[in-house]
């Protein structure tokens, strides 16, 4: 039997928010910039279950989910634009690993 886990789509949808909100709202950018990383680890140790190849494009959407958020802010608003980039890296984890992990339990 599996300890439960928390689903790497809801970490990394939640570090993609966690960590904008605690920036945005502490005024501290570093700490904001931790939280974002710390749940980047947390989702990576069931993106690696998936595999290397998923884990690799995983770290990358991840990535460029923060990335792409500011751009899109300009555009569209803040979080809005947050909302939108968690809302993609989130299904993008589910369907590449928790769906893959979930079909090896």
Known sequence: MTTPSIPSSALT?????GGYAVARFTGVRP???AVLAAAGVAAGRTWVRAGIPQTAALAGIYVAAFGLSHPLAKRIGAWPSVLTVAVAAGAASH???DAAVAAQD
Do not use: F, R, Y
Not at 13 to 17: D, M
């Open 13 to 17: 949808a939640a570090g993609l928010v």
């Open 31 to 33: 700490l904001g910039g």
């Open 95 to 97: 369907v590449l690993a």
